[in-house]
């Protein structure tokens, strides 16, 4: 049973305004505007989900979710060309009868006359973009479910090392931000510290992030604020990271008994997705960052598919077996095993 992590406070977006979504998509996903009238900035998008009216314009409203974006591809436009002037009509009719926050025209399709006037007599903006519905649908789908994703604030340090997001955490002074330090010194990417944005991506995946006013500043106590970006180059930094383990920095207890072997994987719970958990006993003289650049490694050999512990409980076990299948071992058949029996010529 995973532990869960305690102390953060969930924060979610309500809504983000039309104004905003065309504003970071204009540039990015070819998306111009068509409506002639400027985007009011009170309209607001409340939902993460797109939506296809096709029935709706064919007259079926019943389950008609109004208050997403609607994305008009090539089954919808190619449905109201086919249509009598008249029918047109009534269909757009029906279809701005509701609120709706934008529309978004896809695959660089002709929009419909009747659609423009609709859309500047009821104020609701419409978008054109060049991509296909298909590939759109997934761009805006992803972009959404990151605005309205939840969020977390957690403090400590997040660093990309070797490709895995390592997040240290423990009490003020334990020495989260000097490690955060050393690690980019040896030649690792700094994504946030002291205040890191987690948020949540689809069901299984946590993302981290600095805040816009830090950013790669750090706080390095009897030094003061410094800038990872300036003194280290681009190379030192990244804007944001999948989060894959917890190393937690605790002092060391000689009364407490710690994981020595690797083989009781603990993790915790962070916005219902469990992530590995590795509590690591610090005193002076210790060498963290090179502790963590091993779990970072040891963490893609278990992603990749091998267990140094699990292979070497099988071996172990293996041997105990055999032993104990041998009726004729005794102690003084013991013989040891060296890794190689001999090497030719080897005095070094």
């Given amino acids: 049973m995973p532990g869960k992590y305690e102390n953060i406070k969930e924060i979610k977006k309500d809504s983000i305004t039309v104004e905003f979504l065309y504003n970071e998509f204009k540039g990015r996903f070819k998306l111009e505007k ?3 009238k400027d985007i009011d900035p009170e309209i607001k998008i409340t939902e993460k989900d797109i939506h296809r009216p096709g029935l ?3 007259g079926y409203v019943k389950l008609f979710t109004y208050n997403r974006v609607q994305l008009f591809g090539n089954t919808e436009i190619k449905y109201l ?3 009598s002037p008249e029918e047109r009509l009534n269909s757009l009719k029906g279809f701005f009868s509701f609120e709706v926050p934008c529309v978004i025209i896809t695959g660089n399709n002709k929009v419909p006359f009747e659609l423009k006037e609709f ?6 903006p419409v978008f054109r973009s060049a991509y296909p519905t298909t590939r759109f649908s997934y761009f805006i789908s992803d972009f959404l479910d990151d605005q309205f994703s939840t969020q977390v604030i957690m403090h400590g340090s997040f660093v990309d090392v070797y490709g895995v997001g390592l997040f240290f955490s423990g009490k003020s002074g334990i020495g989260k931000s000097e490690i955060a330090l050393d690690l980019v010194e040896r030649g690792h990417r700094l994504v946030a510290d002291d205040v ?5 991506k689809g069901e299984g995946v946590l993302m981290g992030s600095g ?6 500043i750090m706080e390095i106590r009897g030094l003061g604020i410094i800038d990872v970006s300036t003194i280290f180059g681009i190379r030192s930094i990244r804007y944001q990271k999948r989060v894959e383990v917890i190393v937690e920095l605790e002092d060391w207890d000689r009364d407490k008994a710690y994981d020595r072997t690797g083989l009781d994987n603990s993790t915790i719970d962070i916005l219902e997705v469990d992530i590995e958990l590795i509590k690591l006993p610090i005193f002076p003289g210790k060498n963290i ?5 091993v779990i970072a490694l040891n963490y893609l050999c278990k992603h990749y598919g091998y267990n140094a512990a699990e292979e070497f409980r099988k071996k172990l076990q293996d041997k105990i077996t055999k032993k104990s299948e041998n009726k004729s071992f005794n102690n003084d058949n013991v013989r040891i095993e060296k890794t190689t ?3 030719e010529h080897d005095f070094e």
């Fill in 211 to 216: 805040m816009a006013l830090s950013k790669h």
């Fill in 341 to 343: 029996e001999y090497f």
């Fill in 289 to 293: 960052t090179v502790i963590a650049e």
């Fill in 34 to 36: 068509v409506t002639d």
């Fill in 119 to 124: 859309a500047d007599m009821k104020n609701v």
């Fill in 56 to 58: 709706a314009l064919a």
């Fill in 81 to 83: 060309e086919q249509l």
């Fill in 196 to 200: 890191v944005v987690v948020s949540k």
